[in-house]
């Protein structure tokens, strides 16, 4: 058994929904040869310093979340996509204690290989920045404003894709044009979404 991380024992007795499910998904990933971390606010497990698999909790579920999920196996056919626009990361969800106790061996040994993927040195190919679509309103933007085309080009690629995403959300055209307006600023300045 792997030592236990007192970040994630405080992150487990705060939790209110989900403290049974996490206290039973941690007996399993302990049992791992992972180390026990707490990242972004939730627990995440690590091999040779790299990120493999985190625990996460929703309204309606909590969930393991396999970093690299895209390249495993899926021999149980229990991989999620969490939304259209992830690329590498897959979930395995859960509503109850009862269905993680069911599931172990089959929770084991996805671990055990995602582990595996990791050491490996698997890379999971993204797609590129350019291969995703860019709002109507957005490049009717660029095209008029030379000064943005640039700064947007400058950004790194995942900050791109943040900004096509979030300008690509809304499903009316009048929302979309009013959040590339609202966010000029921020990407002549050099700044993503999130900065």
Wanted: aromatic share 10%; with cysteine.
């Amino acid at each position: 058994m792997n030592q236990k991380n007192p970040k994630v024992d405080s992150f487990i007795n705060r939790e209110k929904k989900w403290q049974e499910e996490y206290k039973k998904l941690r007996e399993i990933l302990v049992n791992a040869p992972l180390t026990e971390e707490l990242k972004w606010g939730v627990p995440c497990y690590t091999v040779q310093c790299k990120n493999v698999v985190l625990m996460h909790g929703f309204k309606e579920y909590c969930a393991l979340l396999f970093i690299k999920g895209v390249l495993l196996k899926d021999s149980a056919g229990i991989l999620i996509t969490q939304t259209e626009n992830v690329q590498s990361a897959r979930q395995i969800r859960f509503t109850n204690v009862d269905q993680i106790i069911k599931m172990e061996p089959i929770l084991k040994a996805y671990i055990l290989e995602a582990i595996e993927v990791e050491k490996s040195g698997l890379k999971v190919n993204f797609k590129k920045t350019e291969e995703f679509t860019i709002p109507e309103e957005f490049q009717t933007v660029l095209q008029e404003n030379p000064d943005l085309q640039s700064a947007f080009d400058a950004l790194t690629p995942g900050r791109q894709r943040a900004w096509l995403f979030y300008f690509s959300a809304p499903k009316q055209s009048k929302t979309r044009t009013a959040r590339i307006e609202k966010s000029i600023p921020q990407i002549l300045a050099g700044k993503g979404l999130n900065d």
